[in-house]
Nanobody
């Protein structure tokens, strides 16, 4: 079994920062793209950022310049550094990874930004 476990969410004031982590564990042979998505109340889940095993990144326009995605392949972990947070960033953030060619999701971590 493969699991993705997120950590690092919480409550922060507007303008603040948070760092999310997502560690993959279990029977892992290969991890390709890893990424973060988020879902705000009453809205569809949306892509935030992705990173390939080679380090190529992609960001949603709404987070460019504020969020940075990175990964540690040796630890099977992906990170999301979120700076200059705004109330509209409030959502449940989900980790996603293609592990052994299958898409896996974490359980989600709540990020709440107060104004």
């Amino acid at each position: 079994q493969v699991q993705l476990v997120e950590s690092g969410g919480g409550l922060v004031q507007a303008g603040g920062s948070l760092r999310l982590s997502c560690a993959a564990s279990g029977s892992i042979r290969r991890i390709d793209v890893m990424g973060w998505h988020r879902q705000a109340p009453g809205k569809l889940r949306e892509l935030v950022a992705t990173i390939t095993s080679g380090g190529s990144t992609n960001y949603a326009n709404s987070v460019k310049g504020r969020f940075t995605i990175s990964r540690d392949n040796a630890k099977n972990t992906v990170y999301l550094q979120m700076n200059n947070l705004a109330p509209e960033d409030t959502a449940v953030y989900y980790c996603n990874a293609f592990v052994n060619s299958f898409s896996r999701w974490g359980q989600g971590t709540q990020v709440t930004v107060s104004s």
